[in-house]
């Protein structure tokens, strides 16, 4: 993954667009440990253990579907609207498209001691 300063994400260097992408594919792949690796544990905490109980549930009740539908997910394209500046912090305006369906979020990503992190993903969209 290439962030928009052109460094690879999950480097020290890497952009907030990278980590946002970098995240969202980790989440898609139901692999919580790298999601956490990208963001503020502290404040994504409960947004990653909602996600993974739902995981856990459908994987359970109908791991065929939950195996198409992460496959999909992975298979998304991940395209950056905009990004402002606001402080330490960046918000990206995002949009994920898998199987003719989109879905517009946007990310609050700040930098701690040189990494950019997720801070917050919301449905709530930056006026376009």
Sequence with gaps: L????????GTKEAGPEAVVEAF???MAAGDFDAAYGLCDT???RAYIEN???VWDELLQEDSVSLAIASSMLSGAEIEVIRTERNGDKRTVLYR???EG????RTATVKNEEGEWKVEEISDASLEE
């Design 24 to 26: 969202t594919k980790a």
């Design 2 to 9: 290439i962030s928009g300063s052109g460094k690879k994400a």
């Design 51 to 53: 996600y993974r109980k």
């Design 96 to 98: 994920i498209e898998a």
């Design 42 to 44: 502290v404040r994504m």
């Design 101 to 104: 369906n989109s879905k517009t």
